[in-house]
């Protein structure tokens, strides 16, 4: 759900996620594997993410598998979007995994694997039947570190095929998962519901590298989050706010790093007659520096939270008006109405 420091890099699989149906399947973590099925997929991995590191298209592609390699531009993208990121890094080998999957039907099925104790899982939604190794490495040493996951097929003679790709930020506005983590709890404790749940949000971004992998710790932070989803926070509902007799809809509230700093990012559909106003570039910003105010005065805790607030007004996926203030010259307005209870914080 957030914008803070998204990017995320397309995900490029063969192998889907999120599964209804488990066949006899096993796993194998690090610990557990013989040193030469061990030292097989490090070295196998470690070839790939230079590859990656290098931006060798061509070698990359001669080491993917070939139902991939056959539509290649989409990690074309993705890899020359990462280079400038991890050319100079340092890569280290945080996980591996080996994923038995051979005794599955022919055709593409539904697979969970779970791993080691406590308990790591995987849930692909369409894995074919084959032998399959995760590799889960660190880009570090460089101002904006990686998590990169690397999706390995098993093939002959012994040798492991690039079939999947993911990489995400291990930091954002200067902080790690755990730091935000921790910052959420505090959030919460101080009853500061809104700031807590974007900081869990932001702790789940960091600290899983894959949307179809779980653990015990991720699952603990979704139920911390859980309880401190706040009731009028805008998802399936707006939010309306109401200052000085004119409303605002608020669609979403998300966070931003675009400037660095960890933003609140605030999309609002305007009123016709609102958008027809922000023509006109003092009564734009006041829409939206009220927009602002008004969430201040209803959140107070988002102004020790974060940076500053973007405020964008929008029709559809059209942007009509843009804004981003730091918190300090927001002024403050008289209390706002909302249309939904602000009991659940703050």
């Known amino acids: 759900m957030s914008r803070k420091m998204l990017?995320?890099?397309?995900?490029?699989?063969?192998?889907?996620?999120?599964?209804?149906?488990a066949f006899a399947v096993t796993c194998a973590t690090q610990a557990q594997m013989t040193d030469a099925q061990r030292n097989a997929i490090e070295n196998s991995a470690r070839s790939l993410s230079a590859e990656i590191q290098t931006a060798n298209?061509?070698?990359?592609?001669?080491?993917?598998?070939?139902?991939?390699?056959?539509?290649?531009?989409?990690i074309t993208g993705a890899i020359e979007h990462l280079k400038p990121l991890v050319a100079p890094a340092t890569i280290t080998v945080n996980n591996l995994y080996l994923l038995d999957a051979s005794a599955n039907p022919p055709a593409?099925?539904?697979?969970?694997?779970?791993?080691?104790?406590p308990v790591v899982s995987?849930?692909?939604?369409?894995l074919p039947r084959g032998t399959y190794a995760l590799a889960i490495l660190h880009a570090t040493g460089v101002p904006q570190p990686q998590q990169i996951s690397l999706v390995m097929a098993q093939a002959p003679p012994n040798r492991w095929l690039l079939a999947g790709f993911f990489a995400k930020p291990m930091m954002s506005a200067g902080h790690d998962g755990l730091w935000y983590w921790k910052a959420a709890r505090a959030y919460s404790q101080s009853k500061m519901n809104w700031a807590a749940w974007?900081?869990?949000?932001?702790?789940?971004?960091?600290?899983?590298?894959?949307?179809?992998?779980?653990?015990?710790?991720?699952?603990?932070?979704?139920r911390e989050a859980d309880q401190a989803r706040p009731s009028n926070f805008p998802a399936a509902h707006p939010?309306?706010?109401?200052?000085?007799?004119?409303?605002?809809?608020?669609d979403a509230?998300?966070?931003?790093?675009?400037?660095?700093?960890?933003?609140?990012?605030?999309r609002y559909t305007p009123s016709a007659a609102q958008a027809a106003q922000l023509a006109n570039p003092p009564i734009a910003r006041q829409q939206v520096t009220q927009i602002m105010s008004a969430l201040?005065?209803?959140?107070?805790?988002?102004?020790?939270?974060?940076?500053?607030?973007?405020?964008?007004?929008?029709?559809?996926?059209?942007?009509?008006?843009?804004?981003?203030?730091?918190?300090?010259?927001?002024a403050a307005t008289p209390p706002p109405q909302a249309a939904e209870s602000a009991s659940s914080g703050e």
């Open 7 to 21: 990017y995320q890099i397309p995900c490029i699989l063969l192998i889907f996620i999120c599964s209804e149906i």
């Open 122 to 126: 995987f849930n692909f939604r369409s």
């Open 296 to 330: 201040i005065e209803l959140h107070p805790g988002l102004r020790q939270a974060f940076h500053g607030i973007w405020v964008h007004a929008q029709q559809g996926s059209t942007s009509l008006f843009a804004l981003e203030l730091p918190m300090e010259t927001i």
């Open 239 to 250: 939010l309306v706010l109401t200052v000085q007799g004119v409303s605002y809809t608020v």
């Open 253 to 266: 509230v998300a966070t931003t790093t675009a400037f660095g700093a960890l933003d609140l990012d605030v």
């Open 198 to 222: 974007l900081y869990y949000q932001t702790a789940s971004d960091l600290l899983n590298p894959l949307s179809f992998l779980s653990s015990p710790n991720l699952q603990e932070l979704h």
């Open 57 to 74: 298209l061509q070698a990359l592609q001669q080491n993917t598998l070939p139902s991939l390699a056959a539509n290649f531009s989409g």
């Open 108 to 117: 593409a099925t539904p697979t969970d694997f779970y791993c080691g104790s």
